[in-house]
T-cell receptor, first 113, second 113 residues
Framework: KQEVTQIPAALSVPEGENLVLNCSFT??????LQWFRQDPGKGLTSLLL?????REQTSGRLNASLDKSSGRSTLYIAASQPGDSATYLCAGQDSNSGYALNFGKGTSLLVTP | NAGVTQTPKFQVLKTGQSMTLQCAQD?????MYWYRQDPGMGLRLIYY???????DKGEVPNGYNVSRLNKREFSLRLESAAPSQTSVYFC????????????FGSGTRLTVV
């Protein structure tokens, strides 16, 4: 089973700072890697999807990279804002369990004004 | 809006009662999934359906049953609810395989007393 680990578990930064969230996975035979955002008491919102043939994806202030050889993905958030405060989840997909996603436990981000 | 719809959003059950969580998607996806989310545990796969007419166990299937009613609908049933099944339940759908992302429902918050 693909094991996904996210570091740090929690992070607090002042507004305007650039930050990096880390995700590692155990099986390099990964297909997609997807980053989600979850606000308290809410569902999961997809942020970025990196296909197995890709190395990175960008959307606005967000950039995610995937290095299958080292088993790592990073989510870079530029010029953070208080509205970015949420839990960020990394999920890797392999061919097991009908291509289900295997989730990390998330990084809880607080951006202070 | 296209997406994954879950009902109900909230439910309180007494120990031993039964209930069915409903999930429907309108994106014509082949694969559907049920996850549960618990504090400190992340999201864990309960059951999945790789295609219409098939269902398989995930990581934590005990105490649950599922039905893939048709391509759109995938229900999760608790036959005899236990306090350990208090959780937030998420349904997701995807085309599965490399290159396809996942869409999640807004979740069902279940409390078993």
């Amino acid at each position: 089973k693909q094991e996904v680990t996210q570091i740090p578990a929690a992070l607090s930064v002042p507004e305007g700072e650039n930050l990096v969230l880390n995700c590692s996975f155990t099986d390099s035979a990964i297909y997609n890697l997807q980053w989600f955002r979850q606000d308290p008491g809410k569902g999961l919102t997809s942020l970025l999807l990196i296909q197995s043939s890709q190395r990175e994806q960008t959307s606005g202030r967000l950039n995610a990279s995937l290095d299958k050889s080292s088993g790592r993905s990073t989510l870079y958030i530029a010029a953070s804002q208080p509205g970015d405060s949420a839990t960020y989840l990394c999920a890797g997909q392999d061919s097991n369990s009908g291509y289900a996603l295997n989730f990390g436990k998330g990084t809880s981000l607080l951006v202070t004004p | 809006n296209a997406g994954v719809t879950q009902t109900p959003k909230f439910q309180v059950l007494k120990t031993g009662q039964s209930m069915t969580l409903q999930c429907a998607q309108d994106m014509n996806h082949n694969s559907m999934y049920w996850y549960r989310q618990d504090p400190g545990m992340g999201l864990r796969l309960i059951y999945y359906s790789a295609s219409e007419g098939t269902t398989d166990k995930g990581e934590v299937p005990n105490g649950y049953n599922v039905s893939r009613l048709n391509k759109r609908e995938f229900s999760l049933r608790l036959e005899s609810a236990a306090p350990s099944q208090t959780s937030v339940y998420f349904c997701a759908s995807s085309e599965a395989g490399d290159g396809y992302g996942y869409t999640f429902g807004s979740g069902t918050r279940l409390t078993v007393v």
